[in-house]
């Protein structure tokens, strides 16, 4: 679930391993490019946060973050 937090969308996604964590961060690069909106996250190990804001809005939560934030789950099924 994502978690709206300090002009954040904001979900922890958990994998069996890093390869997995890694090719997901993989899917989600692409589909960052796909909708000209790029995330915040890291990774470790098999621990991948993202973090959502829409900087040229000031920084704050938008419909363009919730739109990635569904493509993002939508890879996941």
């Given amino acids: 679930m994502w978690i709206e937090e300090n002009n954040?969308?904001?979900?922890?996604?958990?994998?069996?391993?890093?390869q997995e964590?890694?090719?997901?961060?993989?899917?989600?690069?692409?589909?960052?490019?796909?909708h000209n909106h790029h995330p915040n996250w890291s990774n470790?190990?098999?621990?991948?946060e993202i973090e959502l804001t829409?900087?040229?809005?000031g920084n704050v939560?938008?419909?363009?973050?919730?739109?990635?934030a569904r493509a993002i789950d939508a890879i996941l099924i």
Avoid: C, I, P
Wanted: proline share 0%; no cysteine; net charge positive.
């Fill in 21 to 34: 964590a890694f090719a997901f961060m993989t899917r989600v690069a692409f589909l960052a490019e796909q």
């Fill in 61 to 68: 939560v938008t419909e363009k973050d919730h739109k990635l």
């Fill in 54 to 57: 829409t900087h040229d809005a």
């Fill in 8 to 18: 954040r969308l904001k979900k922890k996604f958990t994998f069996g391993d890093f």
């Fill in 44 to 48: 470790v190990y098999n621990t991948v």
